[in-house]
T-cell receptor, first 111, second 112 residues
Framework: SQTIHQWPATLVQPVGSPLSLECTVE??????LYWYRQAAGRGLQLLFY??????ISSEVPQNLSASRPQDRQFILSSKKLLLSDSGFYLC??????????FGPGTRLTVL | SQQGEEDPQALSIQEGENATMNCSYK?????LQWYRQNSGRGLVHLIL?????REKHSGRLRVTLDTSKKSSSLLITASRAADTASYFC????????????FGKGTTLSVSS
């Protein structure tokens, strides 16, 4: 069966520090991968999605970037975090569009 | 951009009652999905209804879709305390490769 992992589960970082969140999927090949951010009490905002290795589409221009170095690995990064980057970051995958399967999320607090 | 908008934003009911949540969207869709999120957790897919379907059932869940009104409803019958969660509708536009667009969600609280 397929599983999706995200780490870390929680993260507290100072403003201006770098960020690296990792997501890996097991049990499937060539998945579509997605990064979402959820602000407190809000819906999900799509940040990036990828249909293959090295293929990244950005939905919201900001100080975040994403990379897909391997088929089942998706990384969300920032060189310098802002206070507004705080939120709950969710990774998801899909095989045959459209159902998506979500990871447990990373709670990021930028101080 | 936000496509789906759920209504109400929050709903409080007693165990055994039915809960109805509504979702409206703006553009043509291929399908509409409902997801559930327990506090601080990832989302779980509940049900998908395609644009050529009008109603779909899954256990205690009933989803309707009215493409002429660009709206959908999720009915949870005989609610339980364990149904307490946030519920989101999500749509995909007709363009290939577009990811899901989620609404802001309805927070359901079921008290025993």
């Amino acid at each position: 069966s397929q599983t999706i992992h995200q780490w870390p589960a929680t993260l507290v970082q100072p403003v201006g520090s770098p960020l690296s969140l990792e997501c890996t999927v097991e049990g499937t090949s060539n998945p579509n991968l997605y990064w979402y951010r959820q602000a407190a009490g809000r819906g999900l905002q799509l940040l990036f999605y990828s249909v293959g290795i090295g293929q990244i589409s950005s939905e919201v221009p900001q100080n975040l970037s994403a990379s897909r170095p391997q088929d089942r690995q998706f990384i969300l990064s920032s060189k310098k975090l802002l206070l507004s980057d705080s939120g709950f970051y969710l990774c998801a995958w899909s095989a045959v569009h459209p159902e998506q399967f979500f990871g447990p999320g990373t709670r990021l607090t930028v101080l | 951009s936000q496509q789906g908008e759920e209504d109400p934003q929050a709903l409080s009911i007693q165990e055994g009652e039915n809960a109805t949540m509504n979702c409206s969207y703006k553009t043509s869709i291929n399908n509409l999905q409902w997801y559930r999120q327990n506090s601080g957790r990832g989302l779980v897919h509940l049900i998908l209804i395609r644009s050529n379907e009008r109603e779909k059932h899954s256990g205690r869940l009933r989803v309707t879709l009215d493409t002429s009104k660009k709206s959908s409803s999720l009915l949870i019958t005989a609610s339980r305390a364990a149904d307490t969660a946030s519920y989101f509708c999500a749509t995909d536009a007709r363009q290939a490769g577009t990811a899901l667009i989620f609404g802001k969600g309805t927070t359901l609280s079921v008290s025993s």
